[in-house]
C-alpha cells in the first residue's frame, strides 16, 4: 500500500470516531430533558446500553498499550488482569442481588440521587460540621485525581499511537492531548451522561467490528501451524460467547438490539470459523516455540510477582465499588426491587464481554509476538512494515483506539461533571438541596434554575479538566527528565495514577457493608480523613518515585501502587476508627 | 481530467471548502432553526382550544426541535472538528512519511494564471522524483480537504433532514387540528 494511501486511511481513521460522536449528538435520543437525564440518563437505563456503556468505559488505548506489553512479555499469564476485572463485575453482580446496594440505590424511597461520597457525607456524624466537609472534600478530590489522571493518560496514549501511525514526530503531544480533551469536554458537557450512552450504542459495535477485524488479519497471518488455527478457533469462540450474551438479556421484543448484537458477533464468529477451516499454508521460517511465548519463563510469579499479582487483583477486582463512573452507571440502571436479579445477569454479561475485549487485545499481542514482534514499543512500524496491503492493520488499530478512547474519556469526564455538581458545587454551597435530582421523577428545578447549576457543574468541570491537564503535563514532565532515555516513565506511573482513587476503598467498603452504618451508628470523619490522606500520599510518593522503593522486582514495582495503597489506607482507617470508637465509648461512660 | 489540473484547482480553490463550512454552514442552519422555531410557534398560536398538548406532544415536539436548539457547548465542538478536519492537510504536510517540505517546495512552480496554471502545476523542476514527491503531498492533501468537505456536506444534509422531519410533523399536527372539532362531534 502506498504511504499516501495509508496515511489518508491513518487521519481518517483517527476522525471518523469523533464524527460519528458529533452526528450521534445530533439524534433526538440525545437531547438532555433534565439535570436527571444530564446525570443519570432519568435513571432509566435500559440494561443493553449498560452494557455497551460499560464495555465503551472497559476498552481503552491505555488497556492497547499494556497488554501489548505485557502480552509479549508475559504471553497468556497477563490474562489474570482480564480475569480480576470480569471477577469485580461479577462481585458487584452478586452484591446487587443480595441487597448491598439497597441504601446507596435507594429501591424502596424516593430519596435523591447522590455519589458515593454524598452517601458516605450523610453517614458521617455533624454532617455539616468542618471535619466531616473536610472527609468528603478529601474523598471526591482523590476520586477525581484518580479518573482525571486516567483521562489525561488515556487521551495521551490514544494521541500517542496516533502520532507515531501518522509518523508526526515533530508535532507535540500535549498539543494532540489538549485538542481531543478539548473536543470531548465540550461534546460531554454538553449533552452529559446521555451524550455518553447515545454515542456508546453507536461506538462500541463499531469498536468491537474493527478490532475483531484487525485480530483476525493478525490470526491470518500468523504461520500456517497450529497456532494460527487455534488463535481463530479461540476468537470463533468468543464472539459466539459474546452473541449468546447478548441474546440472554435481550428480551425477545427488543428486535432492534438483538439485530445489532447478530449484526456485530455473528459476521465476525463467520470469518473466524473460516480461518479455522482454511487449508494449512507452507512457511519459510522455522515456526517459533509458541507454548514458550505463551507461557513463558519469568524469574517471578506470572512475571509481576506475587505482589503484583495481588495488586492487580485487587485494582481490577475492586475498581467497579469504588470507581464512580462504575457506580454512575449503576445508579442510571432502571432497576426494579424485583428486577435486581435480570439486572445482575446483564451486569455478569456487561463483566464478561469487558473482560473478553481485553483477552482480544491478548490474543492479538500474542499473534503479532508470533509473527516476531519483541517490543511493543515497535508495534506501530510492525504493523506499517507488513507485507503486501496488511499495512491495512495500522489504520484499523488507530480507528479501535480511538473510539476506545472517546468512549472511555466522555465516561470519565460525565463522571467528573457527576463529582462537581453534586459534591463540589454542595460542598461550596452552591448546589441547594432543591437542586438534589428526585428519583425518578423529574427535576424540581425550572429551566432557568436548572440552566444555571447546569452551567457551574460544566464550568467547574472545565476548571477540573484543565487543571488536571496541567497538573498531568507537569507530573510527566517531572518524571521524563528523570527517566533513562527510552523508558516512557508515564506508562509505569499509570497504576500509581489508578491508586489515587483507590485510596478511598476502605471508607467505601466500611460504608456500604459495616454492620454498625447499616444499624444506623455514624461514621467519625477522622478515620475517612486520614484513611484518604495515607493513600493519596502514598500514591503521590510511588507515582513519582524514579526507582522500585517497596522491595519487589524491578520488572513489576509499577503494578504495586494500589495494593500498596488500599493495605496502608486499610490499615490506617481500621487502627483510627477503632481509637475513635473507642474514645466516644469511654467518652460515653464518663 | 489529469492529475496536474485537479492538483491545480485543489490549490487554487482550497478556500471554497473552508467558507461552505465555515460560513454557508452555519448560515444554513441559522435559516432553518429561525424557519422551524417560527413554523412551531404557528402551530401552538393555531391550535383549537379543545387541543391539550400532553407532556407526550411536547417531547415529540421538542426531539423534533433538538437539532436546532443546540447550544454554545456542541456548536464548539463542531467548531473544533472542523479546525481539526480542516488542518489535517498541514498536520499531514508535518508527517515523516512524506518527503519534506523542502525537497517539495523545490520541485513546484505555481502559475497566477488559472488556465495556464492548469497546465503548470505539475511539479516541473528537480527532475522526476521530486516531482512525484510532491505529487504525492498535494494528492494528500487534496484527499483530506475533500474528506472534511464531505463531512461538512454530511452535516448539511443532516440538517436539512431534520427540517424535514419537522415539517412532517407539522402536517401531523395540522391534521389533528383539522379533525379535532369532528372527533369531539363524534
Same mark, same amino acid.
Given at each position: 500500500?502506498?504511504?499516501?494511501?495509508?496515511?489518508?486511511?491513518?487521519?481518517?481513521?483517527?476522525?471518523?470516531?469523533?464524527?460519528?460522536?458529533?452526528?450521534?449528538?445530533l439524534?433526538?435520543?440525545?437531547?438532555?430533558?433534565?439535570?436527571?437525564?444530564?446525570?443519570?440518563?432519568e435513571?432509566?437505563?435500559?440494561?443493553?446500553?449498560f452494557?455497551?456503556?460499560?464495555?465503551?468505559?472497559s476498552?481503552?488505548?491505555a488497556?492497547?498499550?499494556?497488554?501489548?506489553?505485557?502480552?509479549?512479555?508475559?504471553?497468556?499469564?497477563?490474562?489474570?488482569?482480564p480475569i480480576?476485572?470480569?471477577?469485580?463485575y461479577?462481585?458487584l453482580?452478586?452484591?446487587?442481588?443480595?441487597?448491598g446496594?439497597?441504601?446507596?440505590l435507594?429501591?424502596?424511597d424516593?430519596?435523591p440521587a447522590?455519589t458515593?461520597?454524598?452517601?458516605?457525607w450523610?453517614r458521617?456524624?455533624?454532617p455539616?460540621?468542618?471535619?466531616s466537609?473536610?472527609?468528603?472534600?478529601?474523598?471526591?478530590t482523590?476520586?477525581?485525581?484518580?479518573?482525571?489522571?486516567?483521562?489525561?493518560?488515556?487521551?495521551?496514549?490514544?494521541?500517542?499511537?496516533?502520532?507515531?501511525?501518522?509518523?508526526?514526530?515533530?508535532v507535540?503531544a500535549?498539543?494532540?492531548?489538549?485538542?481531543?480533551?478539548?473536543?470531548?469536554?465540550f461534546?460531554?458537557l454538553?449533552?452529559?451522561?446521555?451524550a455518553?450512552?447515545?454515542?456508546d450504542r453507536?461506538?462500541?459495535?463499531?469498536?468491537?467490528?474493527?478490532?475483531g477485524?484487525?485480530t483476525l488479519?493478525i490470526?491470518?497471518?500468523?504461520p500456517?501451524?497450529?497456532?494460527?488455527?487455534m488463535?481463530?478457533?479461540?476468537?470463533?469462540v468468543?464472539?459466539i460467547?459474546?452473541?449468546?450474551?447478548?441474546?440472554?438479556?435481550?428480551p425477545?421484543?427488543?428486535q432492534?438490539?438483538?439485530?445489532?448484537a447478530?449484526?456485530?458477533?455473528?459476521?465476525l464468529?463467520?470469518?473466524?470459523i473460516?480461518?479455522?477451516?482454511?487449508?494449512?499454508?507452507?512457511?519459510?521460517t522455522?515456526?517459533?516455540?509458541?507454548?514458550?511465548?505463551?507461557?513463558?519463563?519469568?524469574?517471578?510469579?506470572?512475571?509481576f510477582?506475587?505482589?503484583?499479582?495481588?495488586?492487580?487483583?485487587?485494582?481490577?477486582?475492586?475498581?467497579?465499588?469504588?470507581?464512580?463512573?462504575?457506580?454512575?452507571?449503576?445508579?442510571?440502571?432502571k432497576i426494579?426491587?424485583?428486577?435486581?436479579?435480570?439486572?445482575?445477569?446483564?451486569?455478569y454479561?456487561?463483566g464478561?464481554?469487558?473482560?473478553?475485549?481485553?483477552?482480544?487485545?491478548?490474543?492479538?499481542?500474542?499473534?503479532?509476538?508470533?509473527?516476531?514482534l519483541?517490543?511493543?514499543?515497535?508495534?506501530?512500524?510492525?504493523?506499517?512494515?507488513?507485507?503486501?496491503?496488511?499495512?491495512?492493520?495500522?489504520?484499523?488499530?488507530?480507528?479501535?483506539a480511538?473510539v476506545?478512547?472517546l468512549?472511555?474519556?466522555?465516561?470519565f469526564i460525565?463522571?467528573i461533571a457527576?463529582?462537581a455538581?453534586?459534591?463540589?458545587l454542595?460542598?461550596?454551597?452552591?448546589?441547594?438541596?432543591?437542586?438534589?435530582i428526585?428519583?425518578?421523577s423529574t427535576?424540581?428545578?425550572?429551566?432557568?434554575?436548572?440552566?444555571?447549576?447546569?452551567?457551574?457543574?460544566?464550568?467547574t468541570?472545565?476548571?477540573?479538566?484543565?487543571?488536571?491537564f496541567?497538573?498531568?503535563?507537569?507530573?510527566?514532565?517531572?518524571?521524563?527528565?528523570?527517566?533513562?532515555?527510552g523508558?516512557?516513565?508515564?506508562?509505569?506511573?499509570?497504576?500509581?495514577?489508578y491508586?489515587?482513587?483507590?485510596?478511598?476503598?476502605?471508607?467505601?467498603f466500611?460504608?456500604?457493608?459495616?454492620?454498625?452504618?447499616?444499624?444506623?451508628?455514624?461514621?467519625n470523619?477522622?478515620?475517612?480523613?486520614?484513611?484518604?490522606?495515607v493513600?493519596?500520599?502514598?500514591?503521590?510518593?510511588?507515582?513519582?518515585?524514579?526507582?522500585?522503593?517497596?522491595?519487589?522486582?524491578?520488572?513489576?514495582?509499577?503494578?504495586?501502587?494500589?495494593l500498596?495503597?488500599v493495605?496502608?489506607?486499610?490499615?490506617?482507617?481500621?487502627l483510627?476508627?477503632w481509637?475513635?470508637?473507642?474514645m466516644?465509648?469511654?467518652?460515653?461512660?464518663? | 481530467?489529469?492529475?496536474?489540473?485537479?492538483?491545480?484547482?485543489?490549490r487554487?480553490?482550497?478556500?471554497?471548502?473552508?467558507?461552505?463550512v465555515?460560513?454557508?454552514l452555519?448560515?444554513?442552519?441559522?435559516?432553518?432553526a429561525?424557519?422551524?422555531h417560527?413554523?412551531?410557534?404557528?402551530l401552538?398560536?393555531?391550535?383549537?382550544?379543545?387541543?391539550v398538548?400532553?407532556?407526550?406532544?411536547?417531547?415529540?415536539?421538542?426531539?423534533?426541535?433538538?437539532?436546532?436548539?443546540?447550544?454554545?457547548?456542541?456548536?464548539?465542538?463542531?467548531?473544533a472538528?472542523? @479546525?481539526?478536519?480542516?488542518?489535517?492537510?498541514?498536520?499531514?504536510? +508535518? =508527517?515523516?512519511?512524506?518527503p $519534506?517540505?523542502?525537497? &517539495? /517546495?523545490?520541485? @513546484?512552480?505555481?502559475?497566477?494564471?488559472?488556465?495556464?496554471?492548469? +497546465? =503548470?502545476?505539475?511539479?516541473? $523542476?528537480?527532475?522526476? &522524483? /521530486?516531482?512525484?514527491?510532491?505529487?504525492?503531498?498535494?494528492?494528500?492533501n487534496?484527499?483530506?480537504?475533500?474528506?472534511?468537505?464531505?463531512v461538512?456536506?454530511?452535516?448539511?444534509f443532516?440538517?436539512?433532514?431534520?427540517?424535514?422531519?419537522?415539517v412532517?410533523?407539522?402536517?401531523t399536527?395540522?391534521?389533528k387540528?383539522?379533525?379535532?372539532?369532528?372527533?369531539?362531534?363524534?
Amino acid at each position: 500500500m502506498s504511504t499516501s494511501v495509508l496515511l489518508i486511511l491513518i487521519f481518517i481513521a483517527a476522525t471518523l470516531p469523533m464524527i460519528v460522536s458529533v452526528f450521534a449528538a445530533l439524534l433526538p435520543s440525545a437531547r438532555t430533558r433534565s439535570v436527571d437525564g444530564y446525570f443519570l440518563y432519568e435513571r432509566s437505563l435500559d440494561i443493553d446500553s449498560f452494557l455497551k456503556t460499560s464495555v465503551g468505559y472497559s476498552l481503552q488505548a491505555a488497556a492497547i498499550v499494556l497488554f501489548f506489553l505485557w502480552g509479549i512479555s508475559y504471553g497468556l499469564y497477563a490474562a489474570i488482569v482480564p480475569i480480576a476485572w470480569g471477577v469485580g463485575y461479577f462481585l458487584l453482580g452478586r452484591v446487587l442481588v443480595n441487597g448491598g446496594f439497597d441504601a446507596f440505590l435507594h429501591f424502596k424511597d424516593s430519596e435523591p440521587a447522590e455519589t458515593i461520597h454524598g452517601h458516605i457525607w450523610k453517614r458521617l456524624k455533624n454532617p455539616r460540621g468542618v471535619w466531616s466537609r473536610m472527609a468528603v472534600a478529601l474523598i471526591a478530590t482523590a476520586t477525581v485525581i484518580g479518573l482525571g489522571g486516567t483521562l489525561v493518560a488515556e487521551v495521551d496514549y490514544g494521541s500517542k499511537i496516533f502520532l507515531s501511525a501518522a509518523k508526526l514526530t515533530s508535532v507535540p503531544a500535549w498539543s494532540m492531548t489538549a485538542l481531543l480533551v478539548g473536543f470531548t469536554a465540550f461534546y460531554i458537557l454538553w449533552g452529559g451522561y446521555r451524550a455518553v450512552v447515545v454515542t456508546d450504542r453507536v461506538q462500541v459495535p463499531m469498536a468491537y467490528g474493527m478490532f475483531g477485524l484487525f485480530t483476525l488479519g493478525i490470526a491470518y497471518l500468523v504461520p500456517a501451524h497450529w497456532f494460527g488455527r487455534m488463535m481463530a478457533a479461540v476468537l470463533a469462540v468468543v464472539f459466539i460467547l459474546f452473541l449468546r450474551g447478548r441474546l440472554r438479556i435481550l428480551p425477545e421484543d427488543d428486535q432492534h438490539n438483538r439485530s445489532v448484537a447478530w449484526l456485530t458477533f455473528f459476521p465476525l464468529a463467520i470469518v473466524s470459523i473460516i480461518l479455522t477451516l482454511l487449508p494449512t499454508r507452507a512457511h519459510s521460517t522455522a515456526p517459533p516455540d509458541i507454548l514458550g511465548l505463551m507461557f513463558p519463563t519469568t524469574p517471578d510469579l506470572f512475571g509481576f510477582g506475587f505482589l503484583g499479582v495481588l495488586s492487580l487483583a485487587i485494582a481490577n477486582g475492586i475498581w467497579q465499588f469504588i470507581d464512580i463512573s462504575s457506580l454512575q452507571r449503576l445508579e442510571s440502571l432502571k432497576i426494579a426491587e424485583n428486577e435486581k436479579s435480570t439486572v445482575a445477569l446483564g451486569i455478569y454479561t456487561a463483566g464478561f464481554e469487558a473482560a473478553g475485549g481485553w483477552f482480544l487485545i491478548l490474543v492479538a499481542a500474542l499473534g503479532l509476538r508470533v509473527l516476531g514482534l519483541d517490543d511493543s514499543s515497535k508495534l506501530v512500524d510492525f504493523l506499517r512494515d507488513l507485507p503486501d496491503s496488511w499495512s491495512v492493520l495500522l489504520p484499523m488499530l488507530v480507528f479501535s483506539a480511538t473510539v476506545f478512547m472517546l468512549s472511555t474519556v466522555s465516561c470519565f469526564i460525565s463522571a467528573i461533571a457527576f463529582v462537581a455538581y453534586f459534591d463540589f458545587l454542595t460542598l461550596i454551597g452552591l448546589n441547594s438541596s432543591k437542586a438534589q435530582i428526585k428519583a425518578p421523577s423529574t427535576s424540581p428545578l425550572t429551566n432557568a434554575e436548572t440552566n444555571l447549576v447546569l452551567f457551574s457543574a460544566r464550568i467547574t468541570t472545565l476548571v477540573a479538566v484543565f487543571c488536571l491537564f496541567l497538573g498531568y503535563q507537569l507530573l510527566k514532565l517531572s518524571l521524563d527528565s528523570n527517566a533513562p532515555p527510552g523508558v516512557d516513565r508515564i506508562s509505569q506511573a499509570l497504576y500509581a495514577i489508578y491508586a489515587f482513587q483507590l485510596a478511598i476503598a476502605p471508607t467505601v467498603f466500611y460504608v456500604l457493608f459495616s454492620k454498625h452504618v447499616k444499624s444506623g451508628r455514624l461514621l467519625n470523619p477522622a478515620p475517612v480523613i486520614f484513611s484518604t490522606l495515607v493513600g493519596l500520599s502514598l500514591a503521590w510518593m510511588t507515582a513519582t518515585a524514579d526507582a522500585p522503593w517497596i522491595g519487589v522486582s524491578d520488572a513489576s514495582w509499577y503494578v504495586i501502587p494500589p495494593l500498596w495503597v488500599v493495605s496502608m489506607s486499610a490499615i490506617t482507617f481500621a487502627l483510627v476508627q477503632w481509637f475513635a470508637v473507642w474514645m466516644e465509648d469511654n467518652h460515653a461512660v464518663v | 481530467m489529469p492529475l496536474s489540473e485537479i492538483l491545480f484547482y485543489a490549490r487554487e480553490f482550497a478556500w471554497i471548502p473552508i467558507v461552505l463550512v465555515f460560513l454557508v454552514l452555519p448560515y444554513l442552519y441559522c435559516v432553518l432553526a429561525i424557519d422551524v422555531h417560527k413554523e412551531y410557534a404557528e402551530l401552538v398560536k393555531s391550535a383549537p382550544e379543545s387541543f391539550v398538548f400532553t407532556d407526550a406532544t411536547i417531547g415529540e415536539i421538542q426531539d423534533d426541535l433538538h437539532i436546532f436548539d443546540l447550544d454554545w457547548w456542541l456548536i464548539a465542538a463542531i467548531a473544533a472538528l472542523f @479546525v481539526g478536519l480542516f488542518s489535517l492537510g498541514t498536520l499531514a504536510s +508535518k =508527517s515523516a512519511s512524506l518527503p $519534506s517540505p523542502l525537497d &517539495a /517546495a523545490n520541485s @513546484v512552480s505555481t502559475s497566477v494564471s488559472a488556465h495556464e496554471g492548469a +497546465k =503548470s502545476f505539475a511539479c516541473t $523542476s528537480g527532475g522526476g &522524483a /521530486a516531482a512525484a514527491q510532491c505529487n504525492e503531498r498535494a494528492v494528500v492533501n487534496s484527499m483530506l480537504v475533500g474528506y472534511a468537505t464531505l463531512v461538512g456536506l454530511l452535516l448539511s444534509f443532516l440538517l436539512m433532514w431534520g427540517k424535514v422531519r419537522a415539517v412532517r410533523r407539522l402536517r401531523t399536527y395540522y391534521l389533528k387540528f383539522r379533525l379535532s372539532p369532528i372527533l369531539e362531534e363524534v
